[in-house]
């Protein structure tokens, strides 16, 4: 199975880079990660991937979402928003799975229209999630971390909130082949997002053999 990871920027270093924890989980599921970059031929990318993870980086651009830019915010390289999103229409219009992880969810909320909050006392700290029963995570563990300062302001037209803290902070949305959580899987102690979302990919390769 190849799976895409859309790659990010470190200005400082001038080079391309990719979380190692997220590369190590997948290859530990045996599945290959295949870093996408600006400039690259999309078309064939989506060819030759199963499915795409956007991951964790640094903020959107608020003019995304018709906002101003805040103190607060340290932004992604303006290169890396809009791969993000290119990357996002083309495996939706292929119909191949997606996993938007932390900046991930972002991506996709801001993508089907959402704004972004600020919310505060969030990061770094441990919280309980309130997960929904039909959700493909239901049953994933009910704690997790949290590393980010922003979240979706609302639940995308389409999405099923499937998971939400105590204070209704969104954490987690689907839809059909469409899944994003606001935490980092990738860091977690028996973690069964990212093998739930491969095994999810699997079941559909299967199905599309057996129906081709």
């Not at 990871?5 to 391309?16: Q, T």
Request: hydrophobic share 40%.
């Amino acid at each position: 199975m190849i799976v895409g990871i859309i790659a990010r920027y470190n200005e400082n270093k001038r080079r391309y880079q990719v979380s190692s924890p997220l590369t190590d989980c997948l290859i530990q599921y045996h599945a290959f990660p295949l870093l996408i970059y600006p400039d690259t031929d999309l078309k064939a990318i989506v060819k030759l991937c199963d499915a795409l993870i956007i991951s964790g980086g640094d903020d959107i651009h608020p003019k995304y979402y018709d906002e101003n830019i805040h103190e607060s915010m340290t932004l992604e390289d303006e290169k890396i928003d809009a791969l993000d999103f290119l990357c996002l229409e083309h495996f939706l219009k292929a119909q191949k799975p997606i996993l938007g992880i932390c900046r991930g969810i972002q991506v996709i909320g801001v993508y089907f229209g959402c704004k972004l909050c600020n919310i505060s006392n969030h990061q770094n700290t441990q919280h309980v999630l309130l997960l929904h029963p039909h959700s493909l995570f239901h049953a994933i563990s009910a704690q997790t971390g949290s590393y980010h300062h922003q979240a979706l302001a609302s639940v995308p037209k389409g999405f099923l909130l499937s998971a939400k803290t105590q204070e209704n902070h969104i954490e987690a949305i689907e839809k059909k082949d469409v899944f994003a959580v606001q935490w980092h899987p990738e860091l977690e102690e028996n973690d069964s997002v990212i093998p739930l979302f491969l095994q999810y990919t699997a079941n559909k390769k299967i199905k599309q053999k057996q129906n081709g």
